[in-house]
């Protein structure tokens, strides 16, 4: 049975084909709506691909090592440092990795993270090894802002990887934000538990995940504590995929074996992203940093990418001034494309 919260549409069009002598043909696409993310999405009718995969040579040299903020030596002199307050050293370090305030904020708490003094790292190099120490100096950040101010509450690890996804280094990094209150996404994430055990007493995650499971189109698989599924109504042109760390209520209560399985499960990830000629995506980590039971950890990673040849991006008017998503690839069948590489371990070491 569908998950209460899902429903869809389907709408048919007609239109003379120019390709066909000019005889009438149907056009048949979905309009898919999740309740829970608040995410409309058209689903259209045909497989797409991106046909070749982008030179990763033109990024890079529009973004030298010698130009890089988080490489040697700018790096010590231009990148900015936290008070002493925060921390005495200036900025948070872990096995390699730094965590530092954001140059350019976007919010009162906004951090940046960098994985390691590597200039670039490609999809198939991004081991859950190589991400580990960024993803736990995020930790380390959330534990002190916790420290020193007990009314924080929500946070999130935020990931831009490559220019497609809105990354303006190629230099792998990804970027914290805190605060009171939650983001929009996040609050309707949150509202949505709260209405849904409040009307029916159940919790919203794990029906969700039951319900999943238990149909098989959109459900990967589980790598320990955490669920791995394909969104029913994407927010990406390229699908998205969802995580949910079951019984994880807060950041605080992932331990690095948790980190290891989410990054391995990333590794996977971006194998399929590889193999679809895909090279950049958004992530964000959803987390709060009190114990909240209704609200486990959970994330999405939403693969973007320039369509060729003029460059033009992937988002549009529809997403951008209507607030839906025209996504021309069916979720069930990423989620058949990304499943047999849950099943092989070729990505998941360290």
């Known amino acids: 049975m569908t998950f209460s919260a899902f429903s869809k549409e389907i709408t048919k069009g007609r239109y003379l084909d120019p390709s066909d002598g000019f005889k009438e043909k149907e056009s048949v696409f979905e309009i898919r709506h999740d309740a829970v993310t608040g995410v409309t999405s058209r689903i259209l009718p045909y497989r797409f691909r991106v046909v070749k995969r982008p030179d990763i040579n033109e990024y890079l040299e529009k973004s030298p090592v010698e130009k890089c903020p988080f490489c040697l030596p700018l790096f ?7 008070t002493a307050d925060v921390i005495a050293e200036g900025k948070f370090q872990r096995d390699g990795a730094f965590l530092f305030p954001n140059a350019f904020p976007h ?7 960098i994985f390691s003094s590597r200039h670039y790292l490609g999809l198939d190099e991004l081991t859950p090894g190589i991400m580990l120490p960024g993803f736990l100096v995020c930790r380390d950040y959330f534990a002190r802002m916790a420290e020193l101010q007990p009314e924080l509450q929500f946070c999130s690890i935020n990931w831009n990887y490559m220019p497609p996804a809105g990354g303006g280094l190629v230099h792998p990094h ?17 509202e949505s538990a709260l209405h849904y055990n409040d009307g029916r007493g159940g919790d919203l995650w794990q029906d969700l995940i039951a319900s999943e499971k238990g ?3 959109r459900y990967i698989a589980a790598t320990g504590a955490t669920h791995w599924l394909v969104s029913f109504a994407p927010r ?3 699908g998205e995929i969802a ?28 194998a399929y992203f ?11 980590l959803y987390a709060t940093l009190r114990k909240e039971s209704r609200f486990p950890v959970q994330g999405r990673l939403v693969p973007r990418f320039m369509i060729l040849p003029l460059g033009t991006s992937d988002i549009n008017y529809f997403e951008k001034l209507h607030g839906e998503i025209i996504c ?10 990304i499943r047999p590489l849950f099943q092989d371990g070729r990505h998941s070491g360290r």
Not at 76 to 82: A, D, G, V
Not at 107 to 113: K, M, P, Q, S
Not at 174 to 190: A, D, H, N, S, W
């Open 243 to 270: 995580f949910f760390l079951a019984g994880k209520s807060s950041i605080f209560e992932l331990t690095e074996a948790d980190f290891l399985e989410i990054l391995g499960g990333f590794s996977r990830i971006f």
């Open 215 to 217: 149909e098989e189109e």
């Open 236 to 238: 990406g042109m390229a």
């Open 76 to 82: 010590e002199r231009i990148t900015p440092r936290f």
């Open 274 to 284: 590889l193999e679809s000629n895909l090279i950049s995506f958004n992530m964000t």
């Open 174 to 190: 990804v970027q914290t934000v805190i605060g009171e209150r939650p983001t929009r996404f996040m609050k309707t994430l949150y």
């Open 107 to 113: 919010d009162r708490h906004n951090g940046v993270a």
């Open 328 to 337: 021309p690839v069916v979720p069930e069948q990423v989620c058949r494309d």
